[in-house]
């Protein structure tokens, strides 16, 4: 259904204007010149009105293709007025001209806007070939007009002079016509439809004026069939602006500068298109040739020999261009293969030709001194003779993929090879090659190989390294990892893991080097991999850890003395590094395979029950339970909450009275930290160790030093003569600030430093003896006393009591707990007791929980004591209540 709003509405009812002021002009009995320029001017107005009004609904950011349909219309409206003018002045001697004129004019306004049509226009060396063939074409037509029309009507007047005028209306819109032909028929672009329709009413036109011209030569009025194929293109190209084109499918849509939008014909139009010109020429010639046949040839006229002259001198420069295209195409082809040559020689490559059969055909110089062959010994053999027999029918199948005859779309015109070639010393040397299609043809393929030896051992270099430590030689951890999940995918359980760890390593390296660690962890190696089964596989974790993998099902009890005798491996005899023995141990864990467990917990356990074995002490073997990994779980969690602990203050400090047993008064008080964690309270051993080995127990240890300060001193302010005690840690005191800031917890506070004593227990001067005694010895020279807890149950020696000017021993609570039951015991105590008072050293005994060791302590002469009989850990209210009743009993 048409809208009345639609623009095809007013050209319809123009066109049936038009058609019935024609039908009018021809009931009216007017001569055929006026019917067919009215017919012309109707069909003119109407394409005018078309173009200008579809122009105006182009989309803006199409500027090309509007201004083409501009031109097309102005080229129609010119020809409008000169055909309107022709019937008018066809009376007039000099108005002939000036009638022609608009047409003409028209005539070019058309053949530009055909030409803005086309997507590009040829450049260089394209358009000189584009001109040419223009004027081949031309050329072409003209004889061929001559012959069949001109030259009759010629022979009848026989006055050149009369005769090139009418002409040169007709000869310029036959050059109009074929200059811009080839270019709209190749490139199709968006308004490639109009542009057609613009390039058929050029033909239309040169026909019509090459009809006029014969009919004023030969002096009629005109040519009836000849004024109306103008028309019918007019009336074309106003009706294609309105039809959409679909592209087809041998367009190619590329990006235009202009219209945003390019398309290009197919090979085969643009094959018809550049082989017209020549078969233009032919038919010219065999309208010539007839022509003589028949013998209506008469005395060449100068026009046409000329014309003919420059078709042969054109043709003649074409071929003149076209052989030295060629030679320029052989040279680049010869330097192609020359450079390909060179380049496979400056690369190694060997460079060979064959065909699909295997039969070589060619080979370059470069494969003597690569495989050891003669080129010529190898010409005229089968490739397969020389390939591995494993690698030969995937070669076959390559080679026959590529045969020319095969259209099969999948086969391709290149193809990679790996294979392996036997050199003339008889080793399989690894090969790469690359075979492709030659480009002479003749069924050759032209095969560039190359020798990948080198490469393929760099390669097997990096795996090995990518897998395997450098250190030991041993597979490393991703090795390890990746065997381990290959077992367990093949059987469900069976096979289990091992974790070793060389216990004091760390000194090792701190002592003779690393250089000397690396050589003492190969020896430690060797003696590993003689330890172990040839189905194991023994892997370095890393730094001083080796895993292994028992991977054939084995009992629990094989597994468990395997380890054990990985552990006497170890230590059955010290290391030789550096000119000295070093004796190591190993801990060792175990974890076995289960059902659904995958290899990184399996692994997991054992590193566990590894850490485990290294808490026991180490050179012992630990078999994975699942409350270890718990531990360490919950470990891990306590670490985390005794950081969220310091900054919310879940911590508390109680103080446990030290009385004088002779009086019973509190003397001083020992500082314990308490942690409520919410409602439940966790008890001092479960944490202080995590704290110890996160490092949070440095910070933790200031603050109860400080809190602790604090409030002792505010007791001595109230006249109570009190001291206080704390225990130190090993990482406290290793702190790079330690001692500046008890200095600054005591100015802080205002604690004399006389009424602080710090304890260290006697593990602590054995390990890093001199840097603690130095610490020490700097707290000492504060004026803080000294005391050593647990005194007796480590491995110090009484020469640190005098290195160290300590001020104080206490007795460890496990020899107070056997006085009155254990002679031993009570004779040990009373030991520690009389070697205190020679020294001058106070005495504290620890853990009194019972009458009788009470007064046995008493009996001793031990000075000071503490334990639930005396008193228990209270907080500082608790202590202010103590200290009141004490302070009245003894008033």
């Not at 602590?764 to 007796?792: K, Q």
């Amino acid at each position: 259904m048409i809208r009345w709003r639609d623009p095809r509405v007013p050209l319809t009812a123009s066109a049936a204007v038009g058609a019935a002021g024609l039908a009018a002009v021809l009931i009216a009995g007017a001569s055929a010149v006026v019917a067919g320029a009215a017919a012309g001017a109707l069909a003119a107005m109407c394409a005018v009105v078309s173009l200008i009004v579809a122009g105006g609904r182009i989309t803006p950011g199409r500027r090309r293709t509007t201004l083409a349909w501009r031109w097309l219309a102005a080229g129609g409206l010119a020809w409008l007025i000169g055909i309107g003018l022709r019937p008018v002045a066809q009376d007039v001697a000099f108005a002939m001209g000036f009638a022609d004129l608009p047409v003409l004019v028209g005539t070019v306004l058309l053949a530009g806007g055909a030409w803005l049509t086309a997507a590009s226009r040829p450049q260089g060396q394209a358009l000189v070939r584009y001109v040419t063939d223009a004027y081949l074409c031309a050329a072409s037509l003209f004889v061929i007009s001559w012959v069949a029309v001109l030259g009759p009507v010629y022979q009848e007047i026989g006055d050149s002079s009369a005769f090139v005028v009418p002409l040169l209306s007709p000869i310029l819109c036959l050059v109009t016509t074929c200059a811009v032909g080839p270019a709209v028929v190749a490139a199709r672009a968006p308004g490639w439809a109009v542009g057609l329709a613009g390039l058929a009413v050029l033909a239309a036109i040169t026909a019509g004026e090459l009809a006029t011209a014969v009919a004023r030569l030969a002096g009629d009025d005109g040519i009836p069939w000849a004024l109306w194929p103008a028309p019918a293109g007019f009336l074309l190209l106003a009706a294609t602006p309105w039809c959409r084109r679909t592209p087809s499918p041998g367009d190619e849509r590329t990006d235009d500068g202009d219209d945003g939008v390019r398309a290009t014909t197919g090979p085969v139009v643009a094959g018809l298109i550049a082989g017209a010109p020549l078969a233009l020429v032919a038919l010219a010639t065999g309208f010539v040739l007839s022509d003589v046949i028949r013998g209506g040839a008469t005395a060449p006229v100068p026009m046409i020999s000329a014309v003919i002259a420059s078709v042969v001198l054109v043709m003649l420069v074409r071929l003149f261009v076209l052989l030295a295209e060629g030679a320029r195409l052989r040279r680049l082809v010869a330097l192609g293969d020359r450079q390909l040559r060179e380049l496979a020689a400056s690369t190694g490559d060997i460079v060979l030709l064959c065909d699909h059969e295997g039969v070589l055909h060619e080979v370059c110089d470069e494969v003597e001194s690569v495989y050891g062959y003669r080129p010529g010994d190898l010409v005229g053999g089968s490739i397969f003779d020389y390939i591995h027999p494993e690698d030969v029918p995937g070669l076959r199948t390559a080679l026959h993929d590529m045969d020319l005859d095969d259209d099969a779309p999948e086969h391709g015109t290149t193809c990679v090879i790996a294979c392996r070639v036997r050199a003339a010393d008889g080793t399989w040397r690894p090969t790469e090659a690359v075979a492709t299609r030659h480009l002479r043809g003749e069924d050759l393929l032209l095969i560039s190989a190359r020798d990948i030896t080198d490469q393929e051992a760099l390669r097997n270099q990096v795996a090995h390294l990518t897998f395997h430590d450098g250190v030991t030689g041993l597979p490393n951890r991703a090795y390890f990892e990746e065997r381990t999940r290959e077992v367990l995918a093949g059987r469900a359980a069976g096979c289990s893991v091992i974790f070793l760890d060389l216990d004091g390593f760390t000194a090792v390296n701190d002592s003779v080097g690393h250089a000397s660690g690396d050589y003492l962890l190969a020896q430690a190696a060797r003696r590993l991999r003689s330890a172990v089964r040839s189905d194991d596989t023994l892997a370095r974790w890393g730094g001083d850890e080796f895993a292994v993998l028992v991977e054939s099902p084995i009992e629990a009890k094989a597994v468990v003395d395997l380890a054990e005798r990985l552990v006497r491996a170890v230590s059955q005899e010290p290391f030789r590094v550096a000119d000295r023995d070093i004796a190591l141990t190993a801990s060792v864990g175990v974890a076995f395979a289960e059902d659904g467990v995958p290899a990184g917990d399996l692994i997991r356990n054992a590193d566990v029950a590894m850490a485990r074995s290294k808490e026991q002490g180490g050179r012992r073997v630990e078999v994975f339970a699942a409350h270890m990994h718990a531990d360490v779980v919950r470990r891990l969690e306590l670490a985390a909450d005794l950081q969220r602990a310091l900054l919310d203050r879940q911590f508390a400090v109680e103080f446990q009275p030290i009385v004088d047993l002779a009086t019973s008064r509190v003397t001083a008080v020992e500082a314990l930290v308490r942690w409520w964690r919410g409602s439940a309270f966790v008890p001092p051993h479960e944490f202080l160790g995590p704290a110890e080995d996160t490092g949070l127990i440095v910070p933790l240890s200031e603050w109860i030093l400080r809190e602790s300060c604090r409030e002792v001193a505010a007791w001595r302010a109230s006249s109570w003569d009190i001291g206080l005690s704390l225990n130190l840690s090993a990482r406290q005191i290793t702190a790079p600030r330690f001692v500046e800031t008890v200095a600054e917890a005591l100015a802080e506070s205002g604690l004399p430093p006389s009424a602080l004593t710090l304890e260290v227990i006697e593990e602590m001067l054995v390990e890093d003896a001199e840097e603690t005694i130095t610490r020490l010895s700097e707290l000492r020279n504060l004026g803080v006393r000294l005391a050593i807890d647990d005194f007796g149950t480590g491995y110090a020696s009484l020469a640190f009591l005098r290195q160290l000017p300590v001020d104080m021993i206490k007795i460890d609570p496990s020899f107070v707990s056997g006085l009155g039951r254990d002679e031993t015991l009570s004779l040990l105590t009373r030991t520690i007791v009389r070697l205190g008072h020679d020294l001058g050293l106070i005495v504290v005994a620890e853990g009194i929980e019972r009458p009788e060791q009470l007064e046995l302590l008493r009996e001793m002469g031990c000075t000071r004591g503490q334990g639930y009989l005396v008193a228990r850990p209270m907080a500082a209210r608790g202590v202010d209540t103590l200290m009141r009743t004490s302070l009245q009993s003894t008033a």
